[in-house]
């Protein structure tokens, strides 16, 4: 041990420091500084970043012992009484904070800069930023929320809010508003999942079976439970209740016994809760562990084979999904032309800021609690009581902020392990992922071959599709049938074809599990048929505009699974305001012939084009449901409560927005209450973009019937029509008088009205396929144009401008839509571009962030426009539906089309092998 003295926020504190202890850990578990987040533990990803003497330093690998006698402050030192600093003004009005787990490091990074460059360039800032990673890609609004700041603290400049061309109509809906958490997460406040503690808590730790298939012929844990300070070590044995964890199968065992298979790296064989996370450890590296290796399942198309080892004794086939429209022979016989390919996507990593965190603590009720970062917080409620064999009312679940999710929080993490443990223990237990295990252990994107067969008329107009996918969904179910099955609707793309035939296989494999992932199979299905289209274009000699449009769906076509589009139908003019916008860029010249770039005769550069289109909810069949419950409080505030995950994407605001809109209050006089299973009715999942419609409309009328109780007590106490009573500013006006909420709320309780109700919230129904019937309630539409550089020596892609319109029914939270917008382009660009989670006979490569190729600040294009198309839907709350997907999914088709358009080389995987088309160009020069 080492004593130092260091000032941290200008306050000395003398502290023993072990030799190998990071400065991150000092501040968060000895000085309860919990601004500063640890999201990759490898100095990678700049979360953690603090200022030590002024100087930007990563603290999750900067030894503590350095900071003696140095000035080091954090995200909480900032902010000068009580009055933010700059930079947290501009990242919250600029829209800059999306989950926020990477914003405490994204603002200290840029305090330094402006200490350094009071007045930055977008070159100094992406230089300074470039390694400070943000997966929500809100790049643009921190470029922008930087400039903002220096310009307030160099000039006074007052900071601003931005103004749209898009939302208003509404007293709120509609209107620039922040985030209502957001003060908390630019100064450190925000309370993650690691940010909690109990007295006495205890930290688990998995063992991972490390290969991808076998038996488990022996496990003895007798070694580690003898280590001093080891509490618990349970196995398979030990679980009470349902091994077995699954969101629609249950087939992922939370544990594996002897006798029994691993089928991938991830799965745990045993538990250990110890009084640190260093004997927790140590205790695993003493389990002896012997598997017997099994033959391994690699890919989707080896497992459909007839003599492919068995990943699971029901065989490897999850899904057999069928689309059948008209008569497919027929089509491709009245086709004049032909055109046939086959795509190849990989597994994509989330990449969320925050690892995954589960605490479990036994409660004097009897109840355990569980806290943890879901997107589905009743289905965890669910699984773990089944593991422990208790009713659900044993087991309540609570979920604090959520560093990003993606789709990739929705699936079992740590919750059932941290349960089981504190259970056996009767202490609180935290499970944490490093970045290893989170990589390791939880679902992926799945992997994809996509053959696609198109039939036209000379002209260009779709006669026949036909389509074949198969998608690798890993060792477990998971989601994997409901992916692939959006796979397989999306997959003829967002146009008018009399005839097709789909058949899609979901396919078990011994890679890490396959779920849920933003576009949900959409995406992959747009990549496919997109390449596809433009090389129709190209050999048809039409404009590839022009192909689209000529085949777009519209208000009543019939989509591919025989649902009549009856509203909401943006697509023609989400392709004609991009088009338009290319050509105001290009002042006319043609955008996708190649161009030499002046003064850089080896680099070529053009635009790309592609369509998209994404269901809303759930859809097909499956109840798609929200309740919310709304509370007029005696303080005369108002609070909204919803299980539903806020995971970044702005739903706090929305609901928050929602609810302000229906009783005409202020803003700050309501209050947005999530996800726990114990005060918060079920929002059902933060998936498939459903919670703007789902979760608002659920609000919006708990919200409406709230206003009619209160007009209601109003017209009985002062003999007056409900008509004649009005509410405004969280006042209501009776015969010129006003009565505040707080007043109305205890005249509702003195007459027995309760002021507090629950709306259960029906979707419209829909069918399954094969049946008749719309199969989607409402669908959003997209088309994107993007410009790419080609260098034709080193195959180096750069994407220079973004161009993409959205039909997003309508803009509800028009700051946090941009933020969408923005981030899930620069997702898109991750996938065309640098991102790939690699697995080679069922080993992780891709293991660490320091693997994985996140887009940085640098793959920012230098020109963005985000153009918001309304086409409202009859249904959705003032008309929205879902975004949160779909700006992703044109994107890698938009890129791959423009780098064919700039070098002529076509490809048909992602992401773009840089080495692979420089050898190409250069054979091509040859």
């Known amino acids: 041990m080492t004593n130092i003295t260091i000032n ?7 502290l023993d420091i072990k030799a190998d202890e990071m400065l991150a850990d000092v501040l968060r578990n000895r000085l309860g500084l919990t601004g500063t987040k640890i999201s990759c533990g490898e100095a990678e990803c700049g979360a953690c970043t603090v200022l030590v003497d002024g100087a930007p330093i990563l603290s999750c690998n900067y030894p503590a012992v350095k900071a003696q006698g140095k000035l080091v402050t954090t995200i909480e030192g900032l902010a000068k009484d009580d009055e933010l600093h700059p930079l947290q003004e501009a990242f919250i009005k600029q829209g800059a904070v999306q989950c926020g787990f990477c914003t405490p490091g994204q603002i200290m990074t840029a305090a330094a800069l402006l200490n350094e460059i009071p007045e930055p360039t977008d070159a100094d800032i992406e230089y300074a930023l470039n390694d400070t990673l943000c997966r929500c890609g809100t790049y643009p609004m921190i470029t922008k929320a930087i400039h903002a700041a220096a310009d307030k603290i160099n000039r006074g400049s007052d900071i601003e809010y931005p103004s749209f061309d898009f939302g208003g109509g509404y007293q709120v809906v509609g209107q620039v508003v922040p985030r209502p958490e957001a003060r908390q997460k630019v100064t450190g406040e925000a309370i993650y999942t690691d940010d909690i503690s109990f007295p006495g808590m205890l930290f688990g730790a998995a063992l991972r079976a490390g290969i991808p298939h076998g038996i488990v012929k022996e496990l003895d844990i007798h070694k580690a439970l003898a280590l001093p300070g080891v509490q618990a070590v349970l196995t398979a044995a030990d679980i009470p209740g349902r091994v077995n964890h699954g969101l629609i199968i249950q087939d992922w065992p939370a544990l594996v016994g002897v006798g029994e298979k691993v089928r991938y790296v991830g799965d745990a064989v045993a538990v250990v809760a110890a009084e640190t996370w260093e004997i927790a450890r140590q205790a695993l590296e003493l389990i002896d562990l012997e598997i017997e290796p099994l033959p391994v399942v690699t890919n989707a198309v080896d497992a459909k084979k007839t003599d492919s080892p068995l990943v699971h004794e029901s065989g490897n086939l999850l899904k057999h999904i069928k689309v059948d429209k008209g008569d497919i022979k027929k089509g491709f016989e009245e086709s004049e032309v032909i055109f046939e390919d086959t795509f190849f996507t990989p597994h994509y990593e989330h990449a969320f800021m925050e690892p995954e965190c589960s605490i479990a603590r036994p409660l004097d009720n009897g109840k355990i609690e569980v806290y943890v970062g879901s997107q589905i917080s009743y289905e965890d409620r669910s699984q773990v ?10 087991v309540r679940v609570r979920g604090p902020l959520i560093g990003g999710g993606f789709g990739g929080k929705e699936d079992i993490a740590g919750q059932i392990h941290a349960a089981l443990l504190a259970r056996a223990t009767g202490k609180p237990v935290k499970i944490l992922y490093d970045r290893h295990e989170s990589m390791l252990v939880h679902p992926k994107r799945h992997a994809t071959q996509i053959n696609v067969k198109l039939g036209l008329k000379k002209d260009g107009t779709l006669v026949a599709a036909q389509t074949e996918l ?5 060792a477990y179910a998971s989601l994997g049938a409901k992916v692939m099955g959006r796979a397989t609707t999306h997959s003829t793309g967002p146009y008018i074809i009399p005839n097709v035939k789909i058949d899609c296989y979901a396919m078990y494999t011994n890679n890490p599990p396959a779920g849920a992932f933003r576009g949900f199979g959409a995406f992959q299905a747009a990549f496919a ?3 596809l289209m433009d090389r129709v ?14 085949n777009a769906l519209r208000q009543g076509s019939i989509t591919n699974t025989g649902q009549q589009l009856r509203e909401s139908v943006g697509l023609l003019e989400c392709i004609e305001k991009t088009a338009q916008a290319v050509e105001e860029i290009t002042a006319g010249e043609d955008p996708f012939t190649s161009r030499i770039v002046p003064g850089e005769p080896n680099k070529r550069r053009a635009w790309g084009f592609a369509v998209t289109f994404k269901n809303t909810g759930l859809g097909e069949g499956a109840p798609d449901n929200a309740s919310a ?3 007029l409080l005696e303080d005369g505030r108002v609070e909204t409560r919803i299980s539903s995950a806020e995971i970044g994407q702005g739903l706090v605001t929305v609901l928050q927005m929602i609810t302000a809109e229906e009783l005409n209050l202020p803003l700050d006089q309501v209050r947005v209450y999530l996800s726990d299973t114990d005060l918060t009715p079920d929002g059902g999942p933060t998936t498939a973009s459903r919670q703007t419609y789902i979760a608002g409309n659920a609000v919006k009328f708990a919200a409406r019937t709230l206003r009619e109780s209160m007009l209601a007590t109003l017209a009985e106490k002062y003999n007056l029509p409900p008509d004649q009573i009005g509410i405004e500013g969280g006042k209501a006006q009776v015969n010129g008088e006003e009565v505040s909420f707080a007043e109305v709320g205890s005249l509702m309780r003195e007459e027995g009205r309760i002021p507090k109700l629950v709306y259960d919230y029906k979707s419209p129904p829909t069918t399954p396929l094969g049946e008749p019937g719309d199969k989607h309630f409402a669908y959003s539409f997209a088309a994107q144009a993007i410009e790419v550089e080609v260098d034709l020596e080193t195959g180096e892609v750069r994407v220079i401008r973004a161009v993409g319109a959205t039909d997003v029914g309508k803009a509800i939270n028009p700051l946090g839509l941009q933020g969408q917008a923005e981030g899930g382009l620069i997702m898109g ?8 989670f690699i697995v080679e006979e069922g080993q992780v490569f891709t293991d660490h962030l320091s693997r994985y190729r996140m887009p940085s600040i640098q793959h920012v294009p230098e020109e963005i426009r985000v153009i918001i198309v309304e086409d409202p839907t009859k249904e959705g709350p003032y008309g ?9 999914m044109p994107v890698p088709p938009a890129i791959v089309n423009a780098v064919h358009n700039a070098c002529g080389v076509r490809l048909n995987r992602i992401p773009i092998d840089q080495d692979w088309l420089a050898s190409q160009l250069q054979a091509k020069g040859s």
């Open 529 to 531: 048929i997109e390449c």
């Open 629 to 631: 419950e709304i509370e």
């Open 829 to 836: 660009i991750g996938h065309a571009l640098t991102e790939e």
């Open 385 to 394: 009581a089944a593991a422990l064999d208790v009713p659900l009312e044993k």
């Open 537 to 550: 274009a190209e050999e048809l000699e039409i404009d590839p505009i022009e192909l689209r449009r000529k």
């Open 880 to 888: 929205g539906k879902g975004v949160g997907e779909i700006s992703t």
């Open 470 to 474: 198969y998608g690798d969904t890993g």
């Open 8 to 14: 941290v926020n200008g306050k000395e504190h003398n």
